[in-house]
């Protein structure tokens, strides 16, 4: 299989750290192998941040004693995020999809929790949130032939 920009999708990619949607060939491989000259020669964009200072994009976990409000922040980030706008009321967020993974939670206090923080607004629509999620080894036996 090949990607638009030509390069086998195990091999190389013509744009190895730009986005996808940025790419002027819509190449969608991102370049995971260097050699040590490869890389301290390459023009790598800045990482991209979620909330600027406290997340950055991609995955996040957070981890503290009960009952500090952990599940409070993440959902509040989590809606401003999803929104765009503002996080804690004063940190510009770019809009964007959100996987919330309420692990601890039950249907009902993360509706009432939602109802909260939206305070009569309507909810975003790039919020995903799941009360589940597959630990690795499942996931990895039901993808299995």
């Not at 996080?87 to 770019?94: C, P, Q, T």
């Amino acid at each position: 299989m090949n990607c638009p920009c030509g390069a086998s999708i195990s091999g190389g990619c013509a744009y190895p750290e730009v986005p996808a949607v940025d790419r002027p060939d819509g190449c969608l491989k991102r370049r995971t192998s260097w050699t040590a000259s490869d890389l301290l020669g390459a023009e790598l964009p800045e990482p991209r941040v979620a909330v600027d200072g406290l997340f950055p994009e991609g995955l996040t976990f957070m981890a503290g004693a009960p009952k500090l409000g952990k599940a409070w922040l993440c959902l509040g980030l989590a809606i401003a995020v999803a929104s765009g706008g503002r996080a804690l009321g004063n940190i510009h967020v770019e809009r964007g999809d959100v996987l919330y993974l309420a692990l601890e939670d039950n249907a009902r206090r993360l509706q009432d929790r939602l109802r909260l923080l939206l305070n009569g607004e309507a909810p975003p629509e790039g919020l995903h949130l799941e009360l589940e999620w597959p630990r690795v080894r499942q996931r990895r036996r039901r993808e299995a032939p």
